[in-house]
């Protein structure tokens, strides 16, 4: 460009002079227009150098002093994208690349589509109009250029894109407040569940780190079943509460280190109620939503207020059903145990064989694989248990993260 530059310095004075004078007006008699921003940055594109000099001239008058141009339409589209200009006019008819294909190679690129393209022609057709209208062009100016035009379109264009870049930058901004504040959220309704889940594992284990387990093991079962990211962090999370039930029960049975006498268990039982009301809905009416028959499905315990506890509220009820209907305290069976329940009742039951208890030893990782093997098609979902084996490695890496430190 500095070379084209140094070509004009050839103009004589007279021809200068001519070339200031476009339609009749003189560049001195332009009046100056209220542009919003002088500064932007405006790129020509045209391949005769006078075009680009009276045009130059024009909005250099106007007060619009940073503007870029070629003369080279081969190498303008390369230079748009290097200036990122606020806004781009453009000759149509040029020898090589037309400005047609300009326009359709600008608003072809991500970064460049929202820049407004003014075109500039002295052709008068129609169809050619169509169709840089329809590629994109913003508006059009007809050659020869009228000063007072060309200045008022350029102000009205970039009137427009100061306002369409105050939207995004807005949209932009509430997009990052809208991220900050729905982590914190996140963040809080983490920490409160993880809450509540330890102040009813408390009762039986003093590090609560047994509700960690199981919500891990659970996230890790669901992922391996090719759940989206966000259903099998919820999964994690609500997982984590399924034994908040324990809180009713007391502490007489929940501590005693030998078998349990029938009354006792039956109390035990209790736990998946209790934990189901921990979490209903204050609403009487809501509570008849419940049935007691395989038709609870997806339906049982809605209402809750919360996505997580909503799942949450499914995973405590039923996470002791069983795949062959023998469990409680519902005694659904196969695939009317909703997938929740039966994810979390192959991770409750590994962490309960996989860590020492008052009753029992911890048992080694085969041991475990080989308990819960014998479980397929009686007390677990052959699905859900194939799902967890073949993630040995990271069942292994939660293990050890939140090891007992006892």
């Not at 008058?61 to 589209?77: D, H, Q, R, V, W």
């Not at 809180?247 to 030998?258: C, N, W």
């Not at 499905?297 to 509220?313: E, H, K, M, P, T």
Request: glycine share 6%; charged share 25%.
């Amino acid at each position: 460009m500095s070379n084209f530059q140094s070509s004009l310095i050839g103009f004589s004075s007279a021809e200068a002079v001519a070339s200031c004078v476009v339609v009749g007006q003189e560049v001195g008699s332009l009046p100056i227009a209220n542009a919003p921003h002088l500064n932007a940055r405006i790129f020509l594109v045209d391949d005769e150098p006078l075009n680009i000099r009276i045009v130059n001239k024009f909005l250099g008058k106007a007060g619009y002093s940073n503007c870029e141009f070629t003369t080279n339409p081969m190498e303008a589209l390369g230079l748009v994208i290097r200036s990122e200009p606020d806004l781009v006019l453009l000759d149509i008819m040029m020898p090589g690349v037309s400005g047609l294909d300009l326009l359709s190679a600008i608003r072809a690129d991500a970064h460049l589509q929202h820049i407004p393209v003014v075109m500039m022609s002295a052709v008068e057709d129609r169809d050619t109009k169509l169709q840089a209208l329809e590629l994109g062009a913003t508006d059009f100016l007809a050659k020869p250029v009228d000063p007072s035009e060309l200045v008022l379109r350029v102000r009205n264009t970039l009137l427009v894109k100061t306002h369409l870049d105050g939207l995004r930058s807005r949209a932009t901004e509430l997009e990052r407040i809208v991220r900050e504040r729905t982590a914190q959220l996140e963040a809080s309704h983490r920490d409160i569940i993880h809450c509540l889940a330890r102040a009813a594992e408390f009762r039986d284990d003093d590090t609560g780190r047994h509700v960690l387990r199981v919500g891990s093991y659970a996230g890790i079962i669901a992922r391996q079943l090719g759940w989206q990211e966000d259903q099998a962090s919820m999964l994690q999370q609500a997982a984590q509460l399924h034994d908040v039930g324990k809180l009713d029960i007391p502490d007489a049975i929940l501590s005693k280190p030998g078998k349990l006498t029938e009354e006792e268990f039956e109390i035990i039982q209790k736990h998946s109620g209790y934990s189901k009301r921990v979490f209903e809905s204050l609403s009487s009416s809501e509570w008849t939503v419940w049935r007691r028959h395989a038709e609870v499905g997806s339906r049982i315990l809605q209402g809750c207020g919360s996505n997580i506890l909503d799942v949450a509220a499914q995973v405590a009820l039923i996470h002791h059903e069983r795949w062959d209907g023998t469990g409680y305290p519902i005694g659904l069976a196969g695939e009317d145990i909703p997938l929740v329940g039966r994810i979390t009742a192959v991770a409750d039951v590994f962490d309960a064989l996989s860590t020492k208890r008052a009753y029992k030893p911890a048992f080694s990782l085969s041991k475990c694989f080989e308990i819960l093997e014998e479980g397929r098609g009686k007390q677990f979902d052959p699905l859900i248990l194939d799902a967890f084996f073949q993630a040995r490695q990271e069942i292994l890496a939660v293990q050890l993260a939140y090891a007992e430190s006892k």
